[in-house]
């Protein structure tokens, strides 16, 4: 068994376990004439991984069957609640024609003035930052750390569930 080792991420993950499994498989021979025959066996990968590996020929179209891991369905999603020693943040977004229109925060910390004083000061920024960059990669508001990576992982979970199209949690 082979292993494939990776680091990439986001999308590129995707394509680097497609690349890498389409290295592993043998070429599919094709009928034609007996020239080319003898240029498909030097192709072929020979050792101890392929020996007993059958030839694997696919059926469907190029296209068919693929998911766009990028491509959001149209609806609203509820994020997770993150909880932080502030209190917890929970956000919601908005999809529409697989884009991000809107993203709003249905909880932010209220348990002491810092904590809403932060999150009244942050959520705007991370709010235009998700809208511009239509992901959860978001910068951290500086003095809101806590705000900032509850609003980031409770965005990721709403966007996860807009990518399967799922409700959230």
Do not use: C, W
Not at 107 to 126: D, K, Q, S, W, Y
């Amino acid at each position: 068994m082979r292993r494939i080792g990776f680091a990439v991420l986001g999308t590129g993950v995707v394509t680097a376990v497609l690349i890498a499994v389409k290295s592993q498989l043998p070429p599919v021979s094709v009928p034609g004439p007996a020239a080319s025959a003898p240029a498909t066996a030097a192709r072929r990968p020979s050792g101890p991984s392929m020996a007993h590996a059958p030839a694997v020929a696919s059926q469907a179209a190029p296209g068919v069957g693929v998911v766009d891991p990028s491509r959001m369905m149209d609806g609203s999603y509820l994020g997770a609640v993150v909880t932080n020693p502030y209190g917890p943040v929970q956000v919601r977004v908005d999809v529409r024609g697989g884009r991000l229109v809107d993203v709003v925060a249905v909880r932010l910390p209220t348990a002491a003035a810092r904590g809403i004083e932060i999150g009244m000061r942050a959520t705007p920024v991370l709010r235009e930052q998700a809208l511009e960059r239509q992901s959860a990669d978001l910068d951290t508001v500086s003095g809101a750390t806590y705000t900032s990576d509850g609003y980031r992982r409770s965005l990721q979970s709403a966007l996860d569930a807009a990518r399967s199209g799922r409700p959230g949690t």
